[in-house]
């Protein structure tokens, strides 16, 4: 029996409503999934009042989603204190003093403690010394106090080759250390006083923090490491031990005992920059193989440190 015009006319005007409400239906769930996200970045997992774990891991750069962490634990009224995990050989010279700094201003107001894992070397130290008090393992690896700027000198290879550099350069100290020349003694003596000036402010802020004399710093702060036993004899660190030492040293502050320890995550999918998986699936394809091989390829260049390639500026870090 065939439709009537009218009934195909009602038919399709219930379709449309049904669209339409469909729609603004999923739009309603995202919109709440999108606002129960934000208030869990914001305040937390959700929970009461309890201690903040912070996890500083790998090769130390400039991070603005961590220092936003960071800020968002300062103001959150739900933390008591703060747990900072450090497993780091450093990294960039201004990444550890913007960290450092976030972290002086969380203790401003809260208690903040530094848990040692197997590494806080050069400015993961610089990280650690922010906190009121440093735990670390009897083998833990603390220290390597200290600044370096490397660059490679490639003007051999380049004569081996045929190549040659021609510049003008409106003074002689511009664009100065080149790979392409060896630099002469001005060029080493300008990087000299640029590398001594950020290694004063190192030993200045070890020695504000652990409240030494200057050169008993200056005796530690020849690049040397030490491990945990021998950080605590230097009063590098305050204890030995792990994240009980370090709530129970939380607890002697006055942060409730019963205090549940929850890590605040960066924000699912987050990836380094400088070593990515998009980067190792790059990796893969120009060596001709598979992608399935380039998680491989992606770990394998975090953990042998290949992300460290790609730091610039002045670096305080430790090279195995």
Same mark, same amino acid.
């Given at each position: 029996?065939?439709?009537?015009?009218?009934?195909?006319?009602?038919? +399709?005007?219930?379709?449309?409503?049904?669209?339409?409400?469909?729609?603004?239906? $999923?739009? *309603?769930?995202?919109?709440?999934?999108?606002?129960?996200?934000?208030?869990? +970045?914001?305040?937390?997992?959700?929970?009461?009042p309890h201690i903040a774990k912070v996890k500083i891991e790998? /090769?130390? /750069?400039?991070?603005? =989603?961590?220092?936003?962490r960071l800020n968002d634990i300062r103001q959150s009224p739900? &933390?008591?204190?703060?747990?900072?995990?450090?497993?780091?050989?450093?990294?960039?010279?201004?990444?550890?003093?913007?960290?450092?700094?976030?972290?002086?201003?969380?203790?401003? =107001?809260?208690?903040?403690?530094?848990?040692?894992?197997?590494?806080?070397?050069?400015?993961?130290?610089?990280?650690?010394?922010?906190?009121? @008090?440093?735990?670390?393992?009897?083998?833990?690896?603390?220290?390597?106090? #200290? $600044?370096?700027?490397?660059?490679?000198?490639?003007?051999?290879?380049?004569?081996?080759?045929?190549?040659?550099?021609?510049?003008? =350069? !409106?003074?002689?100290?511009?664009?100065?250390? !080149?790979?392409? =020349?060896?630099?002469?003694?001005?060029?080493? *003596?300008?990087?000299? *006083?640029?590398?001594?000036? !950020?290694?004063?402010?190192?030993?200045? %802020? $070890?020695?504000?923090?652990?409240?030494?004399?200057?050169?008993?710093?200056?005796?530690?702060?020849? #690049?040397?490491?030490?491990?945990?036993?021998? #950080? %605590?004899?230097?009063?590098? &660190?305050?204890?030995?031990?792990?994240?009980?030492?370090?709530? *129970?040293?939380?607890?002697?502050?006055?942060?409730?005992?019963?205090?549940? &320890?929850?890590?605040?995550?960066?924000?699912?999918?987050? +990836?380094?920059?400088?070593? !990515?998986?998009?980067?190792?699936?790059?990796?893969?394809?120009?060596?001709?193989?598979?992608?399935?091989?380039?998680?491989?390829?992606?770990?394998?260049?975090?953990?042998? #440190?290949?992300?460290?390639?790609? %730091?610039?500026?002045?670096?305080?870090?430790? @090279?195995?």
């Open positions: 029996m065939a439709y009537r015009a009218d009934d195909l006319i009602d038919r +399709r005007r219930l379709r449309r409503k049904l669209t339409f409400w469909r729609a603004l239906f $999923v739009i *309603a769930i995202a919109l709440g999934f999108t606002a129960l996200g934000l208030w869990l +970045r914001n305040d937390g997992p959700g929970t009461g790998g /090769t130390i /750069t400039v991070d603005d =989603k961590l220092l936003e739900r &933390v008591a204190a703060l747990i900072v995990q450090i497993n780091s050989p450093g990294g960039t010279t201004t990444g550890g003093e913007s960290i450092y700094e976030a972290i002086r201003k969380i203790a401003a =107001k809260k208690p903040v403690v530094a848990q040692v894992d197997t590494l806080a070397a050069s400015a993961g130290y610089m990280i650690a010394a922010a906190a009121d @008090h440093i735990v670390a393992r009897q083998s833990s690896i603390v220290g390597s106090i #200290g $600044v370096l700027m490397q660059y490679p000198d490639m003007s051999g290879l380049m004569d081996k080759i045929g190549i040659k550099l021609e510049e003008i =350069k !409106s003074s002689p100290l511009k664009a100065a250390p !080149s790979p392409f =020349k060896p630099t002469n003694e001005s060029e080493r *003596a300008m990087i000299r *006083a640029l590398i001594m000036d !950020s290694y004063d402010w190192f030993v200045d %802020l $070890v020695t504000e923090r652990r409240a030494m004399p200057r050169q008993q710093v200056l005796a530690l702060a020849d #690049g040397s490491i030490f491990t945990g036993r021998q #950080g %605590l004899e230097n009063h590098l &660190v305050d204890a030995l031990g792990g994240e009980e030492e370090a709530v *129970a040293w939380l607890e002697n502050q006055g942060i409730a005992a019963d205090l549940k &320890v929850i890590e605040w995550k960066p924000p699912e999918g987050a +990836r380094s920059l400088l070593w !990515s998986k998009a980067l190792g699936r790059m990796v893969a394809r120009f060596l001709g193989l598979p992608e399935q091989n380039s998680d491989l390829i992606h770990e394998i260049g975090r953990e042998t #440190g290949m992300e460290r390639l790609f %730091l610039d500026g002045l670096v305080s870090q430790w @090279h195995p």
